[in-house]
């Protein structure tokens, strides 16, 4: 399968988050979930002229049956085919075991997040350490987590449990293991707001950042208010670079289809043209509302030099 040396456009996770931090917006972490969907993503940004992350996670990939290969092969498959020339990064999200993220390296996939947040703070240290220096020796950015994020459908993550990313520990964090970005756990969870309600800590973000050199993460996008998260990533000083959106795709999609049940991936390949169709359409308006109104991506593509 073509490797992403033959794309000048799609890049790592360092260079898209370094061009958003300067231009104080942030890059949309989109999860199609279902690679018949990667194309939809793929086009939104095209069509919005706008970064993006094309994203899928450990749990994901095992709740929806797809290989990182796989994944990996429609990913470029699209990327050529669809001339995309937007700044494009192919990203692994919440991921626990080092042997998923050689998988994923070897498929082209530009940035992985090892994600040992459940574990004590040494052990933590150790494992992100490992995997940053096994990604960067393969020119490969990487992502860690410190703190907890809550999550309300366990499709990313295991655990409701959310504790908050301590600055003084982040730094300490970023300083042993050498990562490229630090999601941090401020307020936001995995998955769709019923109860509680997002409430982002910005004063515990500003210490982060005025602490790390790395770019922020905030993962659990989906259903935070925009306003909320404008201010997350116009924070003086620096904010948030990356925001991870799911959840609103999958259920933009199943809408569409007119269903409310998750499908796996071979499901959704089995859909008649015109049922595809509808819900790429479905996700390309998504992403692109996200892009245009929630991290205020849209137009940025000309910034990257590629």
Sequence with gaps: MPKHTEFNNVITLKQALETAEAGRFAVGSFSPRYTP???????AGQQAKSPLIVQISQKELIRYGITPAEFGEEFYRMV????ITVPVVLHLDHTKELKVIAEAIDAGFTSVMIDASEKPFAENVKESKEAADYAHARGVSVEAELGMIGTT????TDKDEELYTDPQEAAEFVRLTGIDALAVSCGTAHGVYNVKQPKIDYDRLSAISALTPVHLVLHG?????????????RLPGGGVSKVNI?????????????REERMTNAECRALSAEQLASGREAVKLTVIDKMEHFVCSAGEAGRFIL
Excluded at 37 to 43: Q, T
Excluded at 80 to 83: D, S
Excluded at 153 to 156: G, I, L, R, S, W
Excluded at 221 to 233: E, K, L, N, T
Aim: glycine share 10%; proline share 2%.
């Design 246 to 258: 799911a959840t609103d795709l999958e259920l933009a999609l199943l809408a569409a289809l007119g």
């Design 153 to 156: 459908d366990y499709v990313e």
């Design 221 to 233: 996008g989906s259903g935070v208010p925009a306003d909320m998260m404008r201010q997350a990533y």
């Design 37 to 43: 969907m990667i194309a939809a993503v793929l086009e």
């Design 80 to 83: 050529g085919q669809l001339n």
